[in-house]
């Protein structure tokens, strides 16, 4: 079978990979910086709980205390909330609090993850749609990746796809063996049936080539 997706162009580029190069930003453009002192102030805390439950003032958990702690100091700084607003509000989302940022990042959802969305072709994202987006773990990079392979999917059909545990290698694969023509409907139905490429070339090994993918997903399900 033939690699149409695979194959290279003159500058020996992986085409699909100099396409999400053009339109996902893979940098890590808001990472919280390190704090040198984190250790310390949960050290300091729990020194100070252990000092509490000898003068017996309180019933101190020292697990429970590191927990809270190590939450507290994984919460984003103002400073990154401020720099996320700034982005947000050049992309058109105006007057976010920052509990509502903290909320968004929350979910998996940051600027540069709207903006990756928004580049490709999205532009009317809403912030809503961006959380279902990231709930369902589909990624900028698989969404390009499904575009590339000739795929013009709403949002909703992103969220479907990633929900049912598909992904755009397997889609490739499906392609490489001849199915070009899969729709939306029939990878759902594939992954939930647990219908695997390999499969798929057994089949064709054993009854041509040409063996229609209805056929393939019936024998599987009678299969099961």
């Known amino acids: 079978m033939s690699t149409t997706y695979r194959s290279k162009n003159n500058s020996g580029k992986d085409l699909l990979d100099s396409y999400i190069e053009e339109k996902v930003d893979r940098s890590e453009y808001e990472p919280e910086p390190k704090k040198r ?36 100091t994984q919460q984003p700084s103002e400073d990154l909330l401020n720099r996320m607003n ?34 490709l ?45 598909v992904t755009a290698n397997y889609t ?16 759902v139905r594939m992954q939930r049936i647990g219908l695997t490429t390999s499969l798929i070339e057994r089949l064709q090994a054993e009854r041509g080539e040409d063996l229609e993918l209805e056929e393939i997903i019936r024998y599987r399900i009678s299969n099961q």
């Open 37 to 72: 002192n984190n250790f310390l102030l949960v050290l300091a805390i729990v020194i100070g709980g252990i000092f509490l439950i000898r003068t017996g003032n309180v019933n101190f958990n020292p697990i429970n205390l590191i927990t809270q702690s190590a939450i507290i």
């Open 86 to 119: 700034s982005r947000m509000v050049e992309m058109g989302y105006l007057d976010l609090t920052h509990d509502e940022l903290r909320d968004l990042r929350s979910e998996g959802v940051t600027a540069t993850y709207i903006s990756n969305v928004r580049g």
């Open 121 to 165: 072709g999205f532009t009317e994202l809403t912030l809503a749609e961006a959380v279902q987006l990231a709930s369902a773990d589909a990624s900028s990079t698989f969404m390009a990746m499904m575009i590339e392979l000739g795929y013009d999917l709403s949002i909703d059909d992103f969220v479907r796809l990633r929900r049912a545990g």
């Open 172 to 187: 490739s694969r499906v392609h490489d063996l001849g199915y070009r023509d899969v729709t939306v409907d029939q990878l």
